[in-house]
């Protein structure tokens, strides 16, 4: 079924749309940006992602009880715009946009650091540059041949995370490894005990941790590409939270409980040192592939939402027109090649401070995201006070606990961009994403963007 209000190919079965959210959340940010955040709140950084988990619940529910209502592929961009204002929806569109297009950088920053294991000797920025390349071109292909290629993508990580996870359980209640002596859990709260720095610094890791949880929302923009969102949706955002807390719990107490949490990443990727530590180098190197597929696959979902948000924008008048094209296959090819565009920048960041590059993406990111988060909680209060008793009675889907669970939300949000004044390398978002976002604003009105016409949605060229 095509999708005729907007020109884009309902290609996306239910299985894509899981596994493309998947994997657009199990990245760097679980993988490489997990080490860090264990060196700040030791094994307390479990609890950490516990509760940063159920704020994640509660966005997603709200999007989703929105893309149940309103499967269209501006999602909460377009939400914003019709619930909230014009403004709003611009904001929350080229907010987003930067978000995915600066997660490019940085997965492909991540590329290079684990290639750096099997080719010590190249330049980071070659990897960064063919990974940013390869992964253009399959977004450039039919919407179904993208999804065919996340689904691998994201399949290959969580086999490799739960057998991982089953592994580690060997290890530690069985031996496997260590001369059938069971290694138990001591490791939690030996070297300093569950909070070695204590409640700062639990509190310091959370904007690290709410990092690797951003990007779930990806979903709500697959929905005008869905087959049936009515019922894709619902069973995607379901099945998925619940998978992401075991594979991000699961994986995290296996590491901290066979590798004492103050020797985590001080040799990359925290996964890759803990099968080096129990004497499978060979494993290692496999586990290497695999965190290299994730990254390359959030990198893909990137592009994909990048590149359906800046055609959305071009559409509404609040990008240049030539963006808004599709191709005959239904792709919004010259929207995909501008975001492809922008990571490039990731490549010159690797080349001229490798060390650093991943650390200021990471940083940088996390402030639009959360507030793109802000933006999706606050435009669904506005899309629950817009509907009529009898609409509130028909929705059939969701957002639990409403509106107490969104009040949580948000608030914890708000306490976490506080936080960020007080770490280093946070720091520097807290001035660039307003800077960033300012930026926008003064565009708007200089441009006179409220005054656009919008085109029609569609057209191929």
Aim: proline residues 4%; contains cysteine.
């Amino acid at each position: 079924m095509e999708n005729h209000e907007h020109g884009l190919k309902r290609h996306l079965k239910a299985r894509h749309i899981r596994l493309m959210a998947l994997g657009s959340t199990i990245g760097v940010g679980l993988f490489l940006g997990s080490a860090t955040a264990i060196q700040i709140a030791g094994p307390s950084i479990l609890l950490a992602y516990l509760l940063a988990g159920m704020v994640a619940f509660v966005v997603l529910r709200t999007l989703g009880e929105m893309a149940v209502h309103e499967p269209v592929a501006g999602s909460f961009a377009s939400y914003a715009s019709t619930y909230v204002n014009p403004l709003t929806g611009y904001m929350v569109g080229w907010g987003y946009w930067t978000y995915w297009v600066v997660v490019a950088i940085a997965e492909v920053t991540a590329v290079g650091i684990y290639m750096g294991m099997w080719f010590p000797d190249t330049p980071q920025w070659i990897w960064a540059l063919s990974s940013i390349v390869l992964m253009g071109l399959i977004n450039m292909i039919a919407v179904k041949v993208f999804g065919e290629f996340e689904f691998w993508f994201a399949l290959i990580k969580i086999v490799a995370i739960v057998l991982m996870i089953a592994l580690g359980a060997a290890v530690i209640f069985l031996g496997f490894t260590n001369d059938w002596v069971p290694m138990g859990l001591s490791n939690l709260w030996q070297h300093g005990g569950f909070f070695p720095n204590g409640l700062s610094g639990l509190l310091l890791s959370l904007h690290m941790v709410l990092f690797a949880y951003v990007g779930i929302e990806m979903i709500g923009l697959s929905a005008g590409e869905a087959e049936n969102p009515k019922t894709t949706i619902p069973m995607a955002i379901d099945s998925l939270t619940w998978r992401i807390l075991i594979f991000y719990l699961g994986a995290l107490l296996v590491i901290l409980a066979i590798f004492p949490w103050n020797e985590v990443g001080q040799h990359g990727s925290p996964f890759v040192a803990m099968f080096e530590r129990i004497g499978l180098r060979e494993a290692a190197g496999l586990i290497n592939f695999v965190v290299i597929t994730a990254a390359l696959s959030s990198c893909n979902a990137g592009i994909f939402s990048g590149g359906r948000l800046l055609w959305a924008l071009s559409a509404n008048g609040y990008a240049p027109k030539r963006f808004a094209y599709l191709s005959n296959n239904g792709v919004p090819h010259r929207a995909v090649i501008g975001t492809v565009c922008v990571p490039m920048v990731g490549v010159i960041l690797n080349y001229f401070v490798p060390d650093k590059a991943f650390h200021y993406m990471m940083a940088a990111v996390t402030f639009v995201g959360l507030m793109v988060w802000v933006a999706i909680l606050y435009t669904h209060y506005r899309f629950r006070s817009s509907l009529s008793q009898k609409q509130l009675s028909e929705l059939t889907y969701r957002a639990p606990w409403w509106p107490y669970s969104s009040w949580f939300a948000l608030g914890f949000i708000f306490m976490v961009i506080g936080l960020m004044s007080f770490h280093e390398d946070a720091r520097m978002a807290l001035v660039v994403g307003p800077i960033l976002l300012g930026l926008y604003l003064l565009l708007y009105f200089l441009l006179g963007l409220g005054k656009k016409e919008k085109l029609q949605l569609g057209e191929q060229k």
